[in-house]
């Protein structure tokens, strides 16, 4: 369940990293069932004494505020629809969190301080999740109303500015940034700046299966493969390029602490990690980011990403943090070193590494197809800003107006400026690029990695057997002691 929540906390804070004015409706939209699916959790969280009725006051205030928004969404806009795919993960999220709490809570017993200070952070990392995600549908409420005053100034119409809230907050967004205010102060006001100290609480079990990053980068590189090969998704592609971004960053953290253990056993300077592949890695990881951010202008806000493709990805990501963080924040190089799990997870990274350059592939062929689409407000600032970057040619009768503004009025799906599938491309190719150059400097390093946790094992153990059979496929022969 703390992986869940975890999980749930990053999606958030992705989620105000990513978020815009179209993206208001649908966070409006979205918005009560995640309350209610966080009240569901926080009610079958177990009970130590009676102080936790009053951790369950903010909560049920929310819940209440909630389902006043859900009741007046058919007043007006944005009226009731699709919610923001993004929200409705998390509240899936939520709920499964929930049902293992209800099925296993009765097993736990016993009031001891470790089990307080355990569910007080998983109270903690729920309501935080909330205060970020609140604080999302808060920007994109004002980003909504920026748009809204920009088009009717160059509609020639006049439009009062907002003297309580933000002055580019103008009807009918005003009365949502006032609850959605509301909603992120109660949040606050719960977690007082005492997140940090609440998760630093958190019950984790030592992560004793060393088997798990390898099983789950495998789990990954097949749902990857089968997500692209099965449909044309948008949004699977961001997924892939963030998930990809992930990897590279994970792999240069991981060689960094790896360097500190050879340095640590006293072996040649030979025997680091090349400057090649720390700036391959480093670079690759901006170019698979730089791609994500150009898919995500293309999704519909009705787009779903792949069930799979996400559980593939959630369990990367929840296998690397029992190697690379704590409950807080990333361990530095010299404590993931002394991992005992560093050199097969390091082993299967690089190997994820030297795999990627066919995500690659697949994901420049999509970006070449001619039918691409995405949505008009996204795209026209797109055109005008890779064409001021100088990342696509510029139109030889000077400025031009990419998307109509009746379409952005309108918030239509159009088909990708010259401009956005140009750079589009590039950006693909960037990726193929670096990739390559990852995987070839990634195939060099691996053998080494793996002679080194030979020379450590034992010469009668299963482990040694294994790393000559190894040995033998990649033609890099063990160190001796």
Request: glycine share 6%; proline share 6%.
């Amino acid at each position: 369940m703390g992986e869940m929540l975890a999980d749930v906390d990053h999606q958030a804070r992705l989620l105000l990293l990513d978020v815009d004015g179209d993206n208001a409706g649908g966070l409006v939209r979205g918005w009560p069932a995640l309350v209610a699916a966080a009240g569901e959790l926080w009610t079958a969280l177990p009970r130590t004494n009676y102080a936790d009725e009053l951790h369950d006051r903010p909560v049920k205030r929310l819940v209440a505020h909630a389902a006043n928004i859900d009741n007046s969404l058919a007043a007006g806009w944005p009226g009731r629809g699709a919610p923001d795919p993004r929200l409705a993960h998390m509240a899936e999220t939520l709920q499964a969190a929930g049902s293992l709490v209800r099925r296993y809570g009765p097993e736990i017993y016993g009031h001891g301080a470790a089990l307080r200070q355990d569910l007080q952070a998983a109270r903690s990392r729920t309501m935080h999740a909330l205060y970020v995600a609140a604080h999302a549908g808060s920007v994109a409420l004002h980003a909504h109303g920026r748009d809204r005053y920009r088009e009717a100034r160059q509609a020639g119409r006049k439009v009062s500015l907002s003297t309580v809230h933000s002055p580019y907050v103008v009807a009918p967004t005003a009365t949502w940034v006032g609850r959605f205010a509301t909603a992120e102060a109660i949040a606050g006001r719960y977690l007082a700046g005492e997140f940090a100290a609440d998760v630093a609480g958190e019950a984790r079990p030592p992560a004793a299966d060393h088997d798990r990053i390898p099983r789950a980068l495998a789990g990954w590189d097949i749902q990857a493969h089968r997500s692209l090969a099965a449909r044309t998704s948008a949004t699977d592609n961001v997924i892939v390029s963030r998930t990809q971004a992930l990897i590279a960053g994970v792999a240069l953290l991981l060689v960094d602490a790896d360097s500190h253990n050879r340095l640590a056993m006293t072996y040649a300077a030979g025997d680091l990690p090349t400057d090649r592949l720390t700036s391959s890695l480093d670079a690759l990881g901006r170019a698979w980011n730089n791609l994500a951010s150009r898919w995500d202008d293309l999704p519909a806000p009705t787009d779903r990403p792949n069930p799979d493709l996400l559980r593939a990805s959630a369990e990367l990501r929840a296998a690397y943090r029992e190697l690379t963080h704590d409950a807080i924040t990333t361990f530095p190089p010299h404590i993931i070193a002394q991992h005992p799990g560093l050199e097969r997870a390091l082993t299967a990274t690089l190997t994820a590494i030297e795999s990627a350059p066919e995500l690659a592939d697949v994901l420049a062929q999509k970006a070449n197809q001619p039918e691409l689409v995405g949505r008009a407000r996204a795209l026209s600032h797109r055109a005008h800003n890779d064409i001021e970057a100088g990342l696509a040619t510029p139109d030889a009768t000077g400025d031009v107006v990419w998307v109509s503004p009746a379409d952005i009025h309108a918030r239509r799906m159009v088909q990708l400026p010259r401009p956005v599938a140009e750079a589009l491309e590039s950006a693909s190719s960037r990726v193929q690029r670096w990739t390559l150059k990852a995987a070839s400097n990634a195939a060099v390093e691996r053998p080494a990695v793996s002679s080194i946790r030979c020379a450590e094992t034992p010469p009668t153990s299963l482990a040694r057997l294994t790393c000559s059979k190894e040995s033998d496929r990649t033609g890099a022969p063990s160190r001796p002691r």
